[in-house]
């Protein structure tokens, strides 16, 4: 999913999208049907894609036995959870990102984007300004 706030794109990279891994996965348990397919190369069925089916709808579920609200819409991010259940209680939706100046690397970083691989403290990416700035301060030059 791409957002987008005032023309810019808020999650360039692969570095905010979550996606389950192995860990998070349900476990398969493969059943072998010994017949032949006629309109399958070589009499052949699938192969894997069949187990990858039930994985969102299994997730969807999980959130529903979890929170108590239906996502019918991937991905389910926690703001869309966190809005399926403000809906379901009648409250005012609530825009997360509301406040954030995307075009300042400080207001970026602050609303939790990877613009800055390490974000805040001593371990900020090399090319973070403020990691610039504070160098210049103590008068080094990284």
């Given at each position: 999913?791409?957002?987008?706030?005032?023309?810019?794109?808020?999650?360039?990279?692969?570095?905010?999208?979550?996606?389950?891994?192995?860990?998070?996965?349900?476990?398969?348990?493969?059943?072998?049907?010994?017949?032949?397919?006629?309109?399958?190369?070589?009499?052949?069925?699938?192969?894997?894609?069949?187990?990858?089916?039930?994985?969102?709808?299994?997730?969807?579920?999980?959130?529903y036995d979890a929170v108590g609200v239906r996502l019918h819409e991937s991905p389910?991010?926690?703001?869309?959870?966190?809005?399926?259940?403000?809906?379901?209680?009648?409250?005012?939706?609530?825009?997360?990102?509301?406040?954030?100046?995307?075009s300042s690397p400080t207001g970026f970083r602050?609303?939790?984007?990877?613009?800055?691989?390490?974000?805040?403290?001593?371990?900020?990416?090399?090319?973070?300004?403020?990691?610039?700035?504070?160098?210049?301060?103590?008068?080094?030059?990284?």
């Open positions: 999913e791409m957002v987008w706030k005032d023309g810019m794109l808020m999650n360039p990279g692969l570095l905010e999208y979550r996606s389950p891994s192995s860990i998070e996965s349900p476990e398969v348990e493969p059943i072998i049907v010994e017949s032949i397919d006629p309109e399958g190369p070589f009499g052949a069925k699938e192969c894997s894609e069949g187990s990858l089916a039930a994985t969102i709808p299994a997730i969807a579920n999980a959130i389910f991010t926690p703001e869309r959870v966190l809005a399926a259940l403000r809906a379901k209680k009648n409250a005012k939706p609530i825009n997360l990102t509301e406040g954030i100046d995307p602050e609303h939790g984007g990877s613009l800055w691989f390490k974000g805040k403290g001593p371990e900020r990416h090399a090319l973070d300004p403020a990691r610039r700035e504070q160098s210049l301060e103590a008068g080094g030059d990284d």
